[in-house]
């Protein structure tokens, strides 16, 4: 399994950004694909996850009501919608797959983003 996270940037306090994930080589199983971010000097949080099997999703407080996961199944892809960004927002966001059944887990290297006040 392999996963390719871009989309980061340098954007201005309110703007938005959409970060993309797309993954090759998945196999037919119970899985999840998540969105966690490190900021300098933090630990790793978790920010928003899918479920592959029924599209149920989960958010973080700090991001509830401004940030959107959702999924191409076509494209094989997951996407997160940030709007309103704020200034701590700022982070490495990585892409994460974990099969539910046999708990193994796969990273995306990061992509940076960066919200100015």
């Known amino acids: 399994v392999q996963l390719q996270a871009s989309g980061g940037g340098l954007v201005q306090a309110g703007a938005s950004l959409r970060l993309a994930c797309h993954i090759s080589g998945i196999q037919k199983d119970y899985y999840l694909i998540g969105w966690y971010r490190q900021g300098a000097g933090k630990e790793q949080e978790a920010v928003s996850c899918i479920s592959a099997s029924d599209g149920s999703t989960y958010y973080a407080d700090a991001v509830k009501g401004r940030f959107t996961i959702s999924r191409d199944e076509d494209k094989n892809a997951v996407y997160l919608q940030m709007d309103s960004l704020k200034p701590e927002d700022s982070a490495v966001y990585y892409c994460?797959?974990?099969?539910?059944?046999?708990?193994?887990?796969?990273w995306g290297q990061g992509t940076l983003v960066t919200v100015s006040s």
């Open positions: 994460n797959l974990r099969y539910l059944t046999s708990r193994n887990e796969y």
